[in-house]
């Protein structure tokens, strides 16, 4: 059986579904991928920490998957936009969606609007086109509300210097602006215990990794009640997490120009504002409850800050003519089969499939994304094979092509990304003063003026 797919957004979940479908041993499958950037590799490229280089690595092997020849990117093109999905089934056997989640969560207490998003800062210091490109921090004291990875990454860029960040992919308007800022504390806030915290071990033991910043915890903090201690014995990690910030709480302020406290049991409950400023924010003490939970001590603390930030989650977008559940923030699915609506009993869509973080939620690392593409691109085949997908109308390979040209739709191709990628390196290996194995270019326009570069 041979096969032409539609995969719609080339961030790791989308590109290990491509990879499983063109490898597919019994059954000769095409991929298109559409990504709405001019460049792909989603929130690897536009959301990993640019001092995590070890984690952008992974972009080596996924270049590897989108270098071959049954594979072809098709780059700044928005589905539902610049085409629908209605075209996509026209001229594919199967769709498979996986947009990922961009939005940040709201943080919904009073004064909660004048908190920055996590998102917002990570698009601004990863080079996000669609973000904005200077950034204020000019605070002394900022709160960072959430104890997840996200929280973490954004307290660490924060509490770095500029010039440590240098040496990383960011571009000049992100380093002009982290050498100047102003930030000395970091506070960062969860309403519960060290055993419910949502780091990773690593990346908690990893905070503490510069020079200039030294992590501290209260030992007021450090509590667990009878649940949270079966936590510990069974997960690994939570375990990890609760000895690493034990260390941290074991500790002297020392010198160090840069601190990172990590509060627990501390659950923001108002932003504090005079007029347009920030002042600080409010916390409400809370305390274990014994059967897993917390309840309020009312006891408040205000804590002077003059910049809030959220990493509350991050939430997934519609994508225009696709079932969404508007609870869940989700593309409702049936082990990844498309569902026509998130109502118990629905039935599936026809061709629609879906794959990542917009079809379980923003939760877990690059590599959970591997397993959730296997059951999708699985259950793909199977009805590929059992004749359960609608024949599509258009057949010929470059038909989209065509399609796209008529819209006037400026798509980007994988040999332009080539020529992308090749500026960039050469950017970074120009400074002057930081030379490094890549710079970011930011600008839309600049970006898809070296895809073009040469045509
Ligand atoms: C701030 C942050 C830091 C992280 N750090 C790490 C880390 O250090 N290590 C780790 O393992 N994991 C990390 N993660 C998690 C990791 O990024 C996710 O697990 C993974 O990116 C999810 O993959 P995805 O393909 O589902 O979504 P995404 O990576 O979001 O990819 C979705 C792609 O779809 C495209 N798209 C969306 N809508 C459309 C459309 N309509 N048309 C065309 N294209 C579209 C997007 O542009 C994007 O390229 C981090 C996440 C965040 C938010």
């Not at 041993?25 to 959301?47: C, K, N, S, T």
């Not at 969560?105 to 908190?115: V, Y």
């Not at 924060?158 to 960040?165: C, N, Q, R």
């Not at 920030?278 to 897993?292: A, C, F, K, S, Y």
Request: proline share 5%; glycine share 10%.
């Amino acid at each position: 059986m041979s096969l032409r797919v539609a995969v719609v957004g080339a961030g790791p979940a989308g590109i290990y579904a491509s990879d499983l479908l063109i490898r597919n041993e019994e059954h000769d499958i095409h991929v298109d991928l559409f990504e709405q950037m001019p460049a792909p590799f989603g929130l690897i490229r536009y959301g990993v920490a640019p001092d995590h280089p070890r984690i952008k690595g992974i972009v080596k092997s996924l270049h590897n998957v989108l270098d071959k020849d049954k594979l072809r990117l098709i780059a700044n093109v928005t589905v539902g936009r610049d085409v629908t999905i209605d075209d996509l089934r026209d001229y594919y056997d199967a769709v498979v969606l996986s947009t990922g989640a961009v939005r940040d969560r709201e943080l919904l207490i009073p004064g909660g609007d004048k908190s920055i998003g996590a998102g917002e800062f990570v698009g601004f210091y990863d080079g996000n086109p669609r973000f904005e490109r200077d950034w204020n921090l000019e605070a002394k004291e900022v709160a960072v509300v959430g104890v997840g990875n996200v929280a973490l990454d954004v307290s660490r860029i924060l509490a770095k210097t500029g010039d440590e960040l240098a040496v990383t992919e960011i571009p000049d308007n992100v380093y002009e602006s982290l050498k100047n800022n102003k930030a000395e504390t970091v506070h960062m806030f969860g309403r519960r215990g060290p055993a419910q915290a949502k780091f990773t071990p690593k990346e908690l033991r990893e905070l503490d990794g510069s020079d200039t910043i030294q992590v501290l915890v209260d030992p007021e903090d450090i509590d667990y009640d009878e649940l949270s201690e079966q936590v510990r014995r069974s997960d690994k990690s939570v375990d990890l997490n609760c000895q690493v910030l034990e260390q941290y709480a074991m500790r002297e302020p020392d010198g160090s120009p840069h601190k990172i406290y990590i509060h627990f049991f501390e659950e923001p409950v108002e932003v504090l504002t005079e007029g347009d400023a920030i002042v600080g924010i409010r916390t409400e003490r809370q305390e274990l409850d014994g059967n897993g939970g917390i309840r309020g001590t009312g006891k408040f603390t205000d804590w002077p800050v003059q910049q809030v930030y959220h990493a509350v989650g991050y939430r997934s977008e519609p994508v225009e003519g696709v079932p969404f559940d508007l609870q869940r923030h989700v593309i409702p699915n049936d082990g990844g089969h498309v569902l026509v609506s998130a109502d118990e009993g629905a039935g599936v869509e026809d061709k629609l499939y879906v794959t990542g973080w917009i079809k379980r939620g923003p939760i877990g690392l690059i590599g959970n994304t591997k397993s959730d593409a296997k059951e999708t691109t699985d259950m793909l085949v199977a009805d590929a094979a059992a004749g359960r997908l609608a024949a599509p109308s258009h057949t010929g390979a470059d038909d989209i092509f065509d399609l796209l040209r008529e819209r006037g739709v400026d798509y980007a191709t994988w040999e332009g990304w080539y020529k992308l990628d090749e500026a960039e390196r050469a950017l970074g290996a120009a400074d002057p003063n930081f030379p490094r194995e890549r710079k970011k270019i930011v600008e839309w326009d600049e970006m898809l003026g070296h895809s073009r570069a040469g045509q």
